[in-house]
């Protein structure tokens, strides 16, 4: 399935500037593969490198990476489900 950005939520912001970074949770109600390249492309406008994304249905957390040139944002596994 494709991105749902209505399942993207705010939870806070921490830092100051451009040191901070931006919390946020992910539902997937459905059985995406939200590791998948380019998964967060269409939330570029919103997601900085350096945010953090709790996937809901999994407890994984990822950290985003947006190149500059392209604003496409990939993200890594920074923690595992338990």
């Known amino acids: 399935m ?5 399942e ?4 806070g912001y921490s830092g100051a500037g451009t040191a901070g970074f931006r919390e946020y949770v ?3 109600t459905g059985t995406d593969t ?4 380019g998964f967060f492309n269409g939330l570029s406008g919103q997601i900085e490198t ?7 249905n999994t407890g994984q ?4 990476t947006k190149n ?5 944002v990939t993200t890594t596994s ?3 489900a338990a």
Do not use: E
């Open 61 to 64: 957390i990822l950290r985003a």
């Open 78 to 80: 920074i923690a595992a």
């Open 8 to 11: 993207l939520a705010l939870l």
């Open 26 to 28: 992910y539902a997937n």
């Open 68 to 72: 500059p040139s392209t604003n496409a």
């Open 50 to 56: 350096g945010d953090q994304i709790t996937v809901q």
């Open 34 to 37: 939200v590791t998948t390249s």
């Open 2 to 6: 494709a991105l749902a950005k209505q």
